[in-house]
């Protein structure tokens, strides 16, 4: 089958998209309750590694109010230089405008191959398309990259290190905003022997965005996602029952909670239920990389934040293998997947 961007480049459906792509109506009907009026929480990483312990200590608090009021914020003065976030948007979209045949190399079928690029479908609703195509890479503990375009390896790699250094230093934050050691979350997930998955989501212009969607309502796995784009809205996210488009400031790192750190703080910090929106004007990319404990750790809810009286453990312990492959094997739809192993 053709992605997304071979059907678009055909031309065979410039005025209407392919039926296998629309969405029913019952999958829509909630946008009427989009909320301009809100505004995420936003995070200046230089004061989280600043020496002012005043300063440190007010953006630990504002960590913590966004992971508990939000699940998602976005980061500034990251550190993370502009020239390589503009290089991986741009190395991302010469992928994409690879021929279908070249591209057609990494079309693994395995949740766990180390590259992996294709078209989205929700299993279990009618092999329904997802208006996305994209490239899967698992880059840590093991390194791996597609070998074109020629740049992609050294560009991928200098920043899904990057990406790590920041979600360390985040995860650090996080660990003290629950009041514990700065280090807690670092040593029980096993961090830094982790999974890091990038993913590129590649959005082609649509011609009935109103008919289509990137990707359905869906929590991610893992303890955080980092996100950078090329600018182009899409993103939104359910808060209080309303969805509110994400407009990032430029040079910005979204970040949010995924399914394991809600499993983890016992459902303190909630993982954010999020979707991706097509247009119809333009290529729309994001790039997303998650950061979870080695896959075959067993998360549950830390004991320290679990008590029988006023906390009971809200959440069995499961494998990370375990979960990816529920959350592979059943309907992106909302956060599903962690209700499966809700106690």
Known sequence: ??????????????????????????????DTVLSQEEAIPTIDFSLLTS??????????????????????????????????MDDMVKASKSFFDMSEEEKGEYNGKQLFDPIRSGTSFNVLV?????????????????????????CYREISQEYCKRARD?????????????GLEENYIDKAMEVEFGSQLLVVNFYPP????????????????????????????GLQVLHNGKWVPINPLPNSILVNTGDHMEILTNGKYKSVVHRAMVN?????????????????????PAQELVDTEFHPIAYHGITYREYLEL???????????LDRIRV
């Not at 109010?65 to 699940?71: K, M, Q």
């Not at 929590?219 to 950078?228: A, E, F, M, N």
């Not at 790039?287 to 896959?295: E, K, Q, R, V, Y």
Request: proline share 7%; hydrophobic share 35%.
């Open 206 to 233: 649509c011609p009935q965005p109103e008919l289509a969607i990137g990707m359905p309502p869906h929590s991610d796995h893992g303890l955080l996602t980092l996100l950078i784009q090329n600018q182009l809205g």
């Open 166 to 178: 920041v979600a360390s230093e985040l995860l650090k934050g996080i660990s003290m905003s629950l």
């Open 327 to 337: 959350q592979q094997s059943n309907e992106l739809n909302g956060k599903s997947c």
């Open 280 to 300: 119809n004007k333009a290529n729309r990319i994001s790039i997303a990389t998650s950061h979870g404990p080695p896959l075959d750790k067993v998360v549950s």
């Open 51 to 84: 020496g002012d312990p005043v300063q440190r200590s007010k953006v630990i608090q504002d960590i913590g109010n966004a992971c508990r009021d939000w699940g998602i914020f976005m980061v500034i003065n990251h550190g993370v230089q502009e020239k390589l």
């Open 1 to 30: 089958m053709y992605s997304v961007k071979g059907l678009v480049d055909s031309g065979f459906h410039q005025s209407a998209i392919p039926s296998k792509f629309i969405i029913a109506s019952s999958s829509q009907e909630d």
């Open 126 to 150: 009618d092999k329904s398309l997802f208006w996305r195509d994209y490239l899967k890479v698992h880059v840590h503990p093991h390194v791996n990259s597609p070998k074109k375009p020629a």
